[in-house]
């Protein structure tokens, strides 16, 4: 997502990669490659990987586990041609990474990132459906919380996305990071973990749906 996520970088070099070429539309599609060993186990490799990955997804849907990559799963085979699959920032972005699976549609993957992390992000993906394209977001409870007055341009211009929501009270990604299991004296860690970075806000989205 980031071309230097660790911002340390003094130059950088944008380029297509030798199996890419830009439509007229600007959108990347992968030149036909010719046949090498190399190629073809890299390609059985990413199919095998796929297998691997689906057959777990069906597993879990129908063992009844809550999955927060499974949106991004389902999504890439509900959206027409044309449409926009919106992630929000944190885990989310970081699921569609993971769980978005290749298809024959054309579907546009977008997410915002920058210094505001999860504001906006509502009002971002009502911003694409004002194009007229079909728009289904994936956003996490807190990032929604932070965008509620979104809902309300919607209302006023009439904008129609598809919203999904992951409601795990608050920020589930800090659990991912050194956060989670830091003990730094003075710091408030690990005593105030939940307080400081899980966040949790114990509010029912049930009446904003």
């Not at 885990?91 to 024959?104: C, E, F, Y």
């Not at 929501?165 to 830091?182: E, H, K, R, W, Y």
């Amino acid at each position: 997502m980031h071309a230097d996520a660790t911002a340390t970088a003094r130059a950088l070099a944008h380029a297509l990669g030798a199996g890419e070429r830009r439509t007229a539309g600007g959108r990347l599609r992968p030149v036909p490659p010719r046949g090498t060993r190399w190629l073809d186990a890299w390609l059985a490799a990413d199919r095998a990987a796929d297998r691997a990955l689906r057959g777990w997804l069906v597993r879990a849907t129908e063992s009844g586990e809550t999955f927060e990559g499974a949106p991004f799963a389902h999504l890439a085979d509900l959206l027409p041609d044309g449409g926009i699959l919106w992630a929000s920032s944190s885990m989310p972005v970081r699921d569609m990474d993971a769980w978005l699976p290749a298809g024959p549609r054309d579907v546009r993957p977008l997410a915002n990132r920058g210094a505001n992390g999860i504001d906006g992000v509502l009002s971002s993906a009502l911003g694409a459906a004002a194009t007229g394209a079909r728009v289904a977001l994936v956003i996490g409870d807190l990032a929604l919380l932070h965008d509620l007055a979104g809902l309300v341009a919607a209302r006023l211009h009439g904008l129609s996305a598809t919203v999904v929501v992951a409601q795990n009270d608050g920020g589930g990604i800090f659990s991912f990071l050194p956060q989670a299991t830091a003990a730094v004296a003075g710091s408030g860690l690990p005593e105030r973990y939940e307080e400081l970075f899980g966040t949790p806000h114990g509010i029912d989205l049930g009446p904003v749906v």
